[in-house]
């Protein structure tokens, strides 16, 4: 394995982005008192991550300027 040519610019693409949002979405969930999540029904925690995360999946197939310099 090699990194890509340009891994110091990759935190600008949508899909590295939606990729952090999405695990953050589950540490702070993770980390939220019992007291705070039973507010919020797990259900729609983990919808909204997988669905973040599964735009970060179609990101990655799309040409992404900022990214690619191009």
Avoid: C, H
Avoid at 8 to 13: D, E, G, H, V, Y
Avoid at 17 to 37: H, N, R, V, Y
Avoid at 39 to 45: D, H, L, N, T
């Amino acid at each position: 394995m090699k990194l890509v040519p340009n891994w110091k610019s990759l935190w600008r693409a949508f899909s590295v982005q939606a990729m952090t949002l999405s695990s953050a979405i589950l540490t702070t969930w993770g980390l939220m008192p019992e007291d705070m999540k039973s507010g919020i029904a797990p259900r729609y925690v983990m919808v909204t991550a997988g669905s973040v995360l599964a735009l970060g999946i179609v990101g990655r197939f799309l040409k992404q300027d900022a990214v690619s310099g191009e």
